[in-house]
């Protein structure tokens, strides 16, 4: 229930996530829906809390970008980064560690350290070519901190491929499945970004995407 209610009523979501983990307390998924639903809801003490036993329960490390995100909403950027450092990043799934670059550079962008905010989000993932699930939300936070250091015009083309990026995810919803969707880009001049090597050339409407 906590499942199908989350994305349209996550208080409710966070009750029945509440009744499951008083009845299964040592069941990791259990304790991982009260610390999603906590987050949710705003409540970042309780889900940091509830994150922390998910992890000692499961030995995963992959709501570690959560745990990060609640140290940011208890205004401690610095135990943020900490956590963060704390993971072997290359023991996580890939769109896990997209998640922690974007929650790292959070905290950066907290601390006030935009440069290093920047460098944060520059891996691999950083592909305007193709899009995955995750690259909507890599690409906008990367124009975001371009934005802030003043960027403008890489920033808006930034934010025009994650658009790109996520109508193309949208359009394959229902479709064969796959995991990756690669999208050519042909008509607009250059943009000047060292973010990525081999990139695409920014495209105009009508991207074609495969």
């Known amino acids: ?19 499951a ?21 705003g409540d970042f003490a309780l889900a940091l809390r509830e994150l922390r036993t998910h992890r000692r329960i499961s030995g995963s490390n992959e709501q570690v970008p959560l745990m990060v995100d609640c140290e940011r909403g208890l ?11 704390s993971v ?8 896990t560690r997209v998640e922690l670059a974007i929650a790292m550079s959070g905290a950066r962008l907290d601390l006030g350290q935009t440069e290093a905010a920047l460098r944060e ?15 909507p939300a890599l690409f906008d936070s990367y124009a975001v901190v371009l934005a802030e250091l003043g960027r403008e015009s890489e920033a ?6 994650a658009d790109i990026a996520a109508q193309a995810i949208a359009e394959a919803e229902g479709g064969a499945g796959d995991d990756e969707i690669e999208v050519i880009e042909e008509g607009l001049d250059d943009v000047d970004d ?11 409407e009508g991207d074609d995407v495969r």
């Open 194 to 204: 060292d973010a990525t090597e081999g990139e695409a050339t920014p495209g105009e």
């Open 21 to 41: 983990a008083r009845r299964g307390g040592r069941i990791a998924v259990a304790r991982e829906t009260l610390g999603i639903t906590a987050y949710l809801t």
């Open 156 to 161: 808006a083309e930034w934010g025009r491929r």
């Open 75 to 85: 205004g401690r950027p610095e135990k943020a980064l900490e956590l963060g450092r």
């Open 1 to 19: 229930m906590a499942a199908r209610l989350i994305d349209e009523d996550p208080e409710l979501a966070h009750k029945h996530a509440q009744a």
């Open 121 to 135: 989000l520059e891996i691999p993932q950083l592909d305007p070519s193709t899009a995955y699930s995750f690259s």
């Open 88 to 95: 072997d990043r290359s023991e996580l799934s890939v769109g």
